[in-house]
């Protein structure tokens, strides 16, 4: 665990520049708080995970390093054809490879899916995630992911998000 604040590991599985889910991952930075820093980890630029490339990419020893230097992950991912985009399980794959070595071992993991559709990503997507090599090697406490399911009719551009009151 870091000294400062609590560090989240915050992987965007949708590519796009202006999804929803990234939309939604820059509210959450913006309402932590003081004590919780979420910072994304990019995963657009690692090269396709092939076992004869170990040890000869930089890419991938920057992204496993970055995610052991954080105290937890949060996925914030929107459902493609009832599973996880393809560029997310690439870097599921590459953090948790070589065998015996996964950069998410033992940490907190959370999931978030974002959709324009009336249930979100409540599909088969957030049971793809909590039962990765990745996610069994994490920590993912009670297994409750959250879906905003309609998100293209919450707030304006840019996503805002506002704290509950009870």
Known sequence: MSDGPYSVAVLIGSLRRDSLNR??????????????????????????YNQDLEGATPAWVEFRDRIRAADAVLFVSPEYNRSIPGGLKNAIDVGSRPSGQSAFKGKPAAVISVSPGAIGGFHDHWITLFTT??????????????WLGAAHSVGHAPMSICPLSM
């Open 23 to 48: 939309k939604m991952a820059r509210a959450l930075e913006g309402l932590a708080p003081s004590s919780l820093r979420l910072a994304e980890v990019p995963i657009g630029g690692l090269p396709l």
């Open 133 to 146: 090599p990745a996610s069994r090697r994490s920590h993912s406490g009670n297994r409750s992911p959250i």
